[in-house]
């Protein structure tokens, strides 16, 4: 019998289980892994980006909006954060406890970007490779962007589709997707200062433009 999807993985209680989930540890404990990545991310994302007060961004796969929360508090920025889960969705908004960041479930932001909402850029951290339809989700941050708008991912080199039999790798490759897609400006491998080695081997960060 086939895996089924099974998205209720990303389901949590708290906040300290939302944090376990969103950055499992990886030769590094969570709390590491978040202390020492975050702000290396919000740096990185920065200068792809260039953010204003009045720029307006989304965050996709925003979990708790660890990325989100920095970013705001140093430009003033707008961000719209996108998740499946509804207890991230919730944890979300006490984590950044900012007017200005929402969340939206993908339906409903599909549904915003039919009705004309196009935004400065967008991110994605440890997302897409959990994506069972993952040509759709990126078809859909295209769609989201203004022209010459910014995507900046962070992805692990290989699936992790959650199903009721597991994590599993369905072996789709997603940088011919990115590029069919999107202009790339650069790629490259997360300093391994900031993470540790396994994170480092097998992961990759995409600069990309629309």
């Not at 908004?93 to 400065?120: A, E």
Request: charged share 20%.
């Amino acid at each position: 019998m086939a895996a089924t999807y099974n998205p209720n993985v990303f389901n949590v209680q708290n906040e300290r289980q939302a944090k376990n989930i969103i950055l499992t540890p990886e030769g590094q404990s969570t709390d590491e892994r978040w202390e020492k990545e975050t702000p290396f991310l919000v740096s990185d994302i920065n200068q792809l980006m260039n953010l204003e007060k009045d720029s307006l961004i989304v965050d996709f796969g925003c979990g708790i909006g660890r990325v989100s929360r920095e970013l705001i508090k140093l430009h003033g920025c707008r961000v719209i954060g996108v998740d499946i889960s509804l207890s991230m969705q919730v944890l979300g908004l006490q984590y950044v406890h900012d007017s200005r960041f929402s969340v939206l479930t993908p339906d409903l932001i599909r549904q915003m970007v039919k009705s004309g909402l196009r935004v400065d850029a967008c991110f994605s951290i440890w997302v897409l490779q959990h994506c069972p339809n993952v040509e759709q989700e990126i078809e859909l941050i295209k769609s989201l962007l203004k022209p010459g708008g910014c995507f900046y991912i962070l992805n692990n080199n290989m699936p992790a589709i959650p199903t009721d039999k597991g994590w599993i790798n369905n072996k789709v490759d997603i940088k011919p997707m990115l590029e069919k897609h999107f202009s790339e400006v650069s790629y490259s491998m997360i300093p391994q200062e900031y993470v540790s080695e396994v994170v480092h081997e097998h992961s990759f960060i995409a600069k990309l433009k629309k």
